[in-house]
């Protein structure tokens, strides 16, 4: 059985960086195997091998993979310079070195992956993989239909244009002047769905990811997570290849 891989993967797979920078790394003349430094891009690489990254040898953990119910008030980062709680602070029980896949916005709740899994974090966050995540929003105002088909054309707001792939009207309660929307996007630009929002003209007050993928809340109350099971895992790495495929 062969068990040699590439050497990039292997550095984006110990979770410290993605596989593009990785490979940058490695063209810089950054990365030594077994002490003989390695520029050549695609080097397969044994499990017994040693890897040094900057100086700094590659620490080989188990790839684990978490999803926590990240609640309103909490930092998707791993530490603040304000001293705000932090995502990871809310994982006491995990000795691996994990990080959060993409952010949430710190009024934003719902769901937030974390893992040490490089090539998995890249494999969801980079653009052209583009997996569904599922909004729900309360909004100030009573938009009509009409309005919020820009949605699916996109808003422009400052050099972005950002959109929903598609949208549904929850609820709307006129005499207290909101609107519950459920907003489907692929993209994950920095503070969407807000910013998306504003340009409509209908702030966000409230805002909660309730669906990322297949994943969704089921069974955790705020601030709670669960590891993914394998099957999970699996699941999530085809829905992305399946997207680049299509």
């Given at each position: 059985?062969?068990?040699?891989?590439?050497?990039?993967?292997?550095?984006?797979?110990?979770?410290?960086?993605?596989?593009?920078?990785?490979?940058?790394?490695?063209?810089?003349?950054?990365?030594?195997?077994?002490?003989?430094?390695?520029?050549?891009?695609?080097?397969?690489?044994?499990?017994?091998?040693?890897?040094?990254?900057?100086?700094?040898?590659?620490?080989?953990?188990?790839?684990?993979?978490?999803?926590?119910?990240?609640?309103?008030?909490?930092?998707?980062?791993?530490?603040?310079?304000?001293?705000?709680?932090?995502?990871?602070?809310?994982?006491?029980?995990?000795?691996?070195?994990?990080?959060?896949?993409?952010?949430?916005?710190?009024?934003?709740?719902?769901?937030?992956?974390?893992?040490?899994?490089?090539?998995?974090?890249?494999?969801?966050?980079?653009?052209?993989?583009?997996?569904?995540?599922?909004?729900?929003?309360?909004?100030?105002?009573?938009?009509?239909?009409?309005?919020?088909?820009?949605?699916?054309?996109?808003?422009?707001?400052?050099?972005?244009?950002?959109?929903?792939?598609?949208?549904?009207?929850?609820?709307?309660?006129?005499?207290?002047?909101?609107?519950?929307?459920?907003?489907?996007?692929?993209?994950?630009?920095?503070?969407?769905?807000?910013?998306?929002?504003?340009?409509?003209?209908?702030?966000?007050?409230?805002?909660?990811?309730?669906?990322?993928?297949?994943?969704?809340?089921?069974?955790?109350?705020?601030?709670?997570?669960?590891?993914?099971?394998?099957?999970?895992?699996k699941q999530m790495r085809n829905m992305a290849t399946k997207i680049v495929e299509e």
């Amino acid at each position: 059985m062969n068990t040699q891989e590439r050497l990039q993967k292997v550095i984006a797979q110990s979770g410290i960086t993605s596989r593009r920078k990785a490979e940058k790394l490695i063209q810089d003349g950054k990365v030594k195997v077994n002490q003989k430094v390695i520029t050549t891009l695609g080097t397969k690489v044994n499990p017994d091998d040693q890897i040094e990254v900057d100086g700094v040898p590659l620490e080989k953990e188990t790839p684990v993979y978490f999803m926590l119910y990240k609640p309103r008030g909490v930092i998707s980062s791993l530490s603040d310079d304000k001293g705000r709680k932090v995502v990871t602070d809310l994982l006491g029980e995990i000795e691996e070195r994990v990080f959060p896949i993409g952010r949430l916005d710190y009024d934003t709740s719902g769901i937030l992956i974390l893992t040490n899994d490089g090539e998995f974090a890249n494999l969801l966050m980079h653009p052209r993989y583009q997996v569904d995540k599922v909004y729900v929003a309360k909004i100030k105002g009573t938009p009509e239909k009409s309005e919020l088909n820009q949605l699916r054309k996109g808003v422009r707001s400052d050099n972005d244009l950002l959109k929903a792939v598609n949208y549904r009207i929850l609820s709307t309660d006129k005499k207290k002047n909101h609107t519950i929307l459920q907003l489907t996007l692929r993209e994950g630009k920095n503070r969407h769905v807000r910013r998306m929002m504003d340009g409509l003209g209908y702030p966000v007050m409230k805002l909660k990811r309730e669906k990322y993928g297949m994943l969704t809340l089921d069974g955790l109350n705020s601030g709670e997570y669960r590891p993914l099971t394998p099957k999970e895992v699996k699941q999530m790495r085809n829905m992305a290849t399946k997207i680049v495929e299509e």
